[in-house]
């Protein structure tokens, strides 16, 4: 059973950075990023493919987030700057089996715990 634990969550200002962290115990998936603000739904922001390194992003968040890994240590990381309010959520990382998953939660096969990313003045 893959395991992954995200970390890197705290509250920063508007305009502000933030590296997210998800560790996995193997690595050989396909990482995705979700968030899920209160009330709302889980919405996908970001994925790396396993085979190729390849990454997509949200259009909320293209050119703002950026999404990389380092295999040595099975990190993929969440790079967000220019934080809005609009993007606190938790933040959950997401395994996938496919080597290309798309934006749909249920195409992810293991979640981890989620960390709080709160953006406020």
């Known amino acids: 059973q893959l395991q992954l634990v995200e970390s890197g969550g705290a509250l920063v200002q508007p305009g502000g950075s933030l590296i997210l962290s998800c560790t996995a115990s193997?690595?050989?998936?396909?990482i995705g990023w979700f968030r899920q603000a209160p009330g709302k739904g889980r919405l996908w922001v970001s994925t790396i493919a396993n085979s190729d390194g390849f990454t997509t992003y949200a259009d909320s968040v293209k050119g703002r987030f950026t999404i990389s890994r380092d295999s040595a240590k099975n990190t993929v990381y969440l790079q967000m700057s220019s934080l809005k309010p609009e993007d606190s959520a938790v933040y959950y990382c997401?395994?996938?089996?496919?080597?290309?998953?798309?934006?749909?939660?249920?195409?992810?096969?293991?979640w981890g715990q989620g960390t709080q990313v709160t953006v406020s003045s």
């Open positions: 997401a395994a996938s089996i496919f080597p290309d998953p798309g934006p749909r939660d249920y195409e992810y096969d293991y």
């Open positions: 193997e690595n050989s998936y396909t």
